[in-house]
């Protein structure tokens, strides 16, 4: 963790250069992989940088912290082994409270928190949309936390958070904000009020499919973030530092790549509404989307890469259109270079809310004239 932004320098700027690497002794450009488990003691008897063991301090996980906070506009981040075990410290760093939940969430969390990661926590899940909802379900001096997620999967449901904020915040309720999709080229939940902000990393922020990590950063480390430092630190939920390292070179273009892949998939959309075997196209970037006023005053380079289509021809369509791209992947997970398809209601499993019908598309960097065309032969042939 280290001291953060440097408010002059724009989003691009910071994203390629990141902090610089202070302590290579070559003076490399480029920071070496701090592989050490354990740190030399002085004769007095001190740690002179006050790194100790790889359980808790690492050089190139410290720096790839940095360059998240500087990212986020905070002032500490701490990276984990996954996005679920990012998540999983808040829930866990809390005294069992009343916790909101979006009804639509990563499912993945929402599982977990059902089951083994309720942790004594009563929980409400509402439409996180509907501030009015959010306001109903707060109770003033009970409600600990309220968890966004925004856009959320698969519907890309778009939460207002500065409104969530001021909600939760009167109520004395703390907001954490999955801005996993979102990323911090078109959305900085903390300058909108949320406290803590969440990333799996897998996705954008590392934004090559080779990386499983996860995040969290705040602007004000009070004592739930040394309580979250703690439970990282004991429970052991570290990044290994060739993974920091990986995660910090994918992090120099993740500001030409969020932009590039939100030009895609905007121009993917309009296409794709037109077509006629598409009965809807979620994308918080089309006018009828329930999500795009706030959407277009809370993202500000563009809407995302990610968007779903549902099929007039029900989910044998669906995944017939799957079946019939060439150049689309189909797989899970999403935000690298690939572009990915994945019918979700299957991996969701039979008690999932995502509509059967539905395909959701991870747009990538290849160019969107040869990704329209592969979509477009695949529903040609549909039945
Ligand atoms: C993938 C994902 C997670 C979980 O992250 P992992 O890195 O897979 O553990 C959490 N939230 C969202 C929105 C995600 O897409």
Not at 26 to 42: E, G, H, N
Not at 145 to 152: G, K, M, N
Not at 309 to 333: H, P, Y
Request: hydrophobic fraction near 45%.
């Amino acid at each position: 963790m280290n001291d953060g932004p440097d408010e002059l320098l724009s989003p691009r700027t910071l994203a390629a250069r990141g902090p610089r690497f202070q302590e290579s002794p070559t003076r490399a450009l480029t920071p070496p992989i701090d592989v050490a488990t354990t740190y030399i003691r002085d004769a007095d008897n001190g740690y002179p940088m006050g790194r100790v063991y790889g359980r808790s301090d690492n050089a190139s996980v410290q720096h790839a912290e940095a360059q998240i906070a500087a990212l986020e506009n905070a002032r500490s981040a701490m990276l984990f082994n996954s996005g679920m075990a990012a998540a999983a410290a808040v829930f866990m760093a809390l005294d069992p409270t009343h916790v909101v939940v979006p009804t639509l969430m990563f499912r993945g969390l929402q599982r977990w928190l059902r089951g083994i990661g309720r942790h004594g926590h009563e929980l409400t899940a509402i439409d996180m949309a509907d501030t009015g909802a959010v306001r109903q379900a707060i109770r003033p001096g009970r409600t600990g936390l309220v968890w966004i997620e925004t856009p959320s999967n698969p519907l890309w449901t778009i939460t207002d958070i500065a409104a969530v904020a001021a909600c939760a915040h009167d109520a004395g309720a703390l907001v954490c904000a999955d801005s996993t999709v979102a990323t911090p080229v078109l959305t900085r939940p903390l300058d909108l009020g949320a406290d803590i902000v969440m990333h799996s990393a897998t996705k954008y922020l590392n934004g090559h499919s080779d990386v499983v990590a996860g995040v969290l950063a705040v602007r004000r480390p009070g004592a739930l973030w040394s309580r979250i430092q703690e439970f990282r630190s004991q429970q052991g939920a570290v990044i290994g530092p060739f993974d920091a390292w990986l995660l910090a070179r994918g992090l120099k273009t993740l500001d030409l790549r969020v932009r590039e892949q939100s030009r895609s998939a905007a121009l993917l959309a309009a296409r794709l509404a037109a077509h006629p075997a598409i009965a809807t196209v979620l994308y918080p970037g089309l006018p009828d989307h329930p999500g795009h006023d706030v959407a277009r005053r809370q993202m500000a380079a563009g809407f995302g890469g990610m968007l779903s289509i549902r099929l007039r021809g029900g989910a044998a369509q669906a995944i017939g259109v799957a079946a019939r791209v060439a150049l689309w992947e189909r797989a899970t997970s999403f935000g690298g270079v690939e572009s990915l398809i994945e019918h979700r209601a299957s991996i969701e499993g039979a008690d999932s809310p995502c509509p059967d019908d539905l395909l959701r598309l991870s747009v990538g960097l290849e160019d969107p004239g040869d990704l329209l065309r592969d979509l477009m032969q695949a529903l040609e042939a549909a039945p």
